[in-house]
């Protein structure tokens, strides 16, 4: 089964917003490094990242869809 060069693109792009999520989500360094012990940076880390997920979902859904409707 090939898949095409645009299927590959779509692929990458669902993996690099997923990886770059799991990042911000689950590795506690960054919030460390951004917030300095700071209890007001660390709770607009919380937020803010969660936020950024939560955007990227439509994201993923919309891509999975192309990939869906193209396959």
Do not use: N
Request: aromatic share 8%; proline share 7%; hydrophobic share 45%.
């Amino acid at each position: 089964m090939s898949t095409t060069p645009r299927e590959r693109l779509h692929t990458r792009w669902v993996r690099s917003v997923v990886i770059a999520d799991f990042v911000l989500l689950l590795f506690p360094p960054l919030q460390w490094a951004f917030s300095h012990g700071d209890p007001v940076a660390s709770t607009l880390w919380s937020v803010g990242s969660a936020a950024v997920v939560t955007a990227t979902l439509p994201l993923l859904r919309r891509l999975s869809r192309t990939e869906r409707q193209e396959g």
